[in-house]
């Protein structure tokens, strides 16, 4: 297929998914906190928190923390590991999470003077060797920030990575080269998208266990219709 063809099969997936999924405000913690607080520090937490955890978990956690320090480099910094650890238990993996939130704090206190928005002038590459330094934060992590803030990424999380093996839009479970498979699929413009929809279709029809084929928004195009 060429890139047209394949961008147009993107398009099409993408319009199916709207047509029938809606994305609620709470669905993905870490967009409901870039378009309230366009904050850096702020959104690479709730990514953190996200990991491995429901969005419910996520949301309680990053309150928590909210209400009980705030959630600032500087704030954070000055918060012992056992109280970061504390608050946010209900997301799981608290021991990692914390020392990844603690350790980002220190980072953007001592490199930037406390302040995270000098993090966005740096180049895409310098800000993933950044991030990439910091225990706990992968690459998924870096991409779900970057995507936030316009980089043409696609994230991959476990929802993703099944339903695209299942409608055939990659044949790599690696996730370099399933990405690098899934950007020939979706415009640049349009990654965001279909990272959340993705997910949003793997959560709601295209579950690991009993998956709704049958009411599923992308059935007409699925190779793999699992009874």
Known sequence: ?????????????LENLKRKLVLEEDDFVARKVALKWRDPFKIIVAIILSQNTIEKNTL???MKLEKNVGISPNAISSTSPEKIKNLIRIAGLQE??????????RIIVEKFNG?????????EEEIRELLNSIPGIGRKTIDVFLANFGYPVLPIDVHIRRVSLRLGLAKSKS???????????????????????????????CKALKPNCK??????????IIE
Request: with cysteine.
């Open 1 to 13: 297929m060429t890139e047209s063809e394949t961008f147009w099969l993107g398009d099409k997936i």
């Open 60 to 62: 309680k956690a990053y």
């Open 96 to 105: 990692s999470k914390a020392r990844a939130i603690k350790e980002l704090a």
């Open 115 to 123: 302040k995270p928005e000098k993090l966005l002038k740096m180049g």
């Open 175 to 205: 996730y370099e080269k399933m990405q690098r498979e899934l950007h020939k699929v979706f415009r640049p413009e349009k990654r965001l998208d279909a990272h959340m929809y993705l997910i949003k279709l793997g959560r709601t029809y």
């Open 215 to 224: 009411h599923c928004p992308l059935n007409s195009i699925c190779p793999k």
